[in-house]
């Protein structure tokens, strides 16, 4: 048994969550779920980044404090992950407590080292994505990621001196191949510390939305180096030192792409300079595209896709829970984009999960119980399923462990497919009951039984229900992975239970 952190973004809370932000964090549930079911001791954290100009910004437009603001729009991430099923261990706000205090010591603990000092900024700012930009990073004079004019800003800020960790960072790259995966986004990171770092606003003056710099009141952090220090908030930095070390070394940060440079540079320079290693893993995933545009709330500003037509809730309402956890999952390698649509989330459930998933599922508990009086046959320990399941078994937990879904559910789907087949093959639909019938459903029946253990990351309620059709009790995230995931286990003379299809067939037009 081994031990995993693993960590979302936190949102921005000047808008609601859609299906974009739910990308991130169905990906990060479903590790989670695999490191539970395999045994390791495992926290999951996300929440929500509530301080900085642009959430101020939306507030106001809405005739709340920020306060009350984030109160609510934090809620509705809360929300909308519990809808999807989401099992975090915690959700951490910026604006608790617990969090500031973390801020203000990490923070002075890196100030106390002599990494940081105070000087005059001038240069242009994107609120959108509360990021300083130079002439030669501007395209046109305007953001790069958002496409909005950038403002020209001037005040005097605390500055972190992170030029001074460029050779540290690229040594402890050397001597880390896998902190960043997957390989291109290690290489963009590495490419941006080796065109030279500069020095970085820290604090800003004109807001006072944020956490107030303990050794000038007159600052407040800027909302990057707020947030990125909540991953060690969750884990009692400041607080417990004992918790900070149990989970640090484990700790693994699925991010987004357009965040690279801030997790992938700025943080790990952070740490060092706080005297701390940096986090043992961050894993950077592409973006969700509809149209070949990025999904995001500025295209919705921008009178682009409503987000209200992609929203988490509204999807689970079209296609229920699970369907849009396997499409998330399944649709796209977890580092690359992806395009989007509901025609795309419509597709996955007629072939997927429709025909190949639960047409299996109906087929085998509808013989079973018509022609074996409801009662499982045994499993053959010969049996020609038994191959492509255990090259299922090994494959996909290689790829769940390499953060990789998309092939683990390919992998999986392999053993579906040749289920699938071995019934054509045999067709017991035309078998009279007795000894053949009854081993060749006793196969399939068994390679159900592996498949809703390797699918449980990520649709639990559906294998739940698997799980019972099929007579077993529990739940297949009850299980032990090293044991249960061997052929042969079973058990036989369990009563089978037919039901509605699992996934009815939905028309595809939608």
């Not at 070949?292 to 295209?299: I, V």
């Not at 019972?468 to 995230?477: D, E, F, K, Q, Y």
Request: hydrophobic fraction near 35%; proline fraction near 5%; include cysteine.
């Amino acid at each position: 048994m081994g031990r995993f952190y693993i960590t979302t973004p936190i949102y921005y809370t000047n808008d609601a969550p859609h299906v974009g932000s739910a990308y991130s964090t169905v990906n990060a549930d479903a590790l989670a779920r695999w490191h539970r079911l395999i045994g390791d001791e495992t926290k999951f954290l996300t929440g929500t980044d509530e301080h900085g100009q642009k959430v101020a910004d939306a507030a106001a437009k809405n005739d709340h404090s920020p306060a009350d603001w984030v109160e609510q729009t934090s809620e509705r991430f809360r929300e909308a992950w519990r809808t999807l099923n989401i099992s975090n261990d915690d959700f951490i706000r910026t604006t608790e407590q617990r969090h500031h205090e973390s801020v203000q010591k990490f923070l002075s603990t890196i100030y106390e080292n002599g990494y940081i000092y105070k000087d005059l900024y001038q240069g242009l700012y994107c609120v959108s994505c509360e990021d300083y930009y130079t002439t030669e990073t501007a395209i046109d004079g305007k953001c790069p990621i958002h496409g909005r004019a950038l403002i020209e800003m001037e005040e005097e800020n605390w500055f972190f001196k992170l030029s001074a960790f460029e050779d540290r960072l690229l040594e402890y790259y050397d001597q880390h191949p896998g902190f960043v995966t997957p390989e291109t986004k290690r290489n963009e990171a590495l490419s941006f510390i080796k065109g030279g770092l500069r020095d970085i606003s820290i604090t800003r003056t004109s807001i006072t939305w944020g956490v107030r710099v303990p050794w000038d009141d007159a600052h407040v952090f800027y909302v990057w180096y707020d947030a990125l220090i909540n991953y060690l908030t969750a884990i009692g930095y400041g607080r417990d030192d004992d918790e900070v070390q149990r989970w640090w070394p484990y700790s693994n940060h699925l991010i987004g792409k357009e965040i690279i440079r801030f997790h992938c540079v700025w943080w790990p320079a952070m740490c060092m300079a706080a005297g701390l290693e940096p986090p043992a893993h961050v894993h950077v995933h592409g973006w969700l595209l509809i149209g070949g545009q990025k999904l995001s709330k500025t295209m919705a500003a921008e009178g682009g896709v409503k987000l209200t037509d992609i929203a988490p809730v509204s999807l689970t309402n079209e296609f229920g829970v699970d369907p849009v956890r396997y499409y998330l999952l399944r649709e796209t390698s977890l580092g690359n984009d992806g395009e989007f649509s509901l025609e795309g989330v419509t597709h996955r459930y007629n072939t997927d999960l429709a025909n190949n998933l639960g047409n299996l599922v109906a087929r085998v508990t509808t013989i079973v119980a018509t022609k074996c009086d409801g009662v499982a046959p045994t499993p053959r320990e010969d049996s020609a399923l038994r191959g492509p399941a255990e090259l299922a078994i090994v494959d996909s937990a290689t790829a769940w462990n390499g953060f990789a879904p998309q092939s683990a559910l390919e992998s999986t789907w392999g053993l579906i497919g040749a289920t699938n087949a071995y019934l054509e093959q045999h067709a017991p639909w035309k078998m009279e009951p007795g000894a053949d019938l009854n081993a060749v459903m006793g196969d399939a029946l068994e390679a159900i039984r592996l498949v809703a253990i390797l699918t449980t990351p990520a649709m639990p309620k559906v294998c739940e229900e698997i799980w019972r059709r099929i007579g077993l009790t529990g739940s297949p995230c009850d299980e032990v992975f090293s044991s249960s995931s061997t052929w042969g286990q079973y058990r036989s003379d369990a009563t089978i239970q037919k039901g509605e299809p699992l996934f009815p067939r939905m028309k595809s037009d939608q």
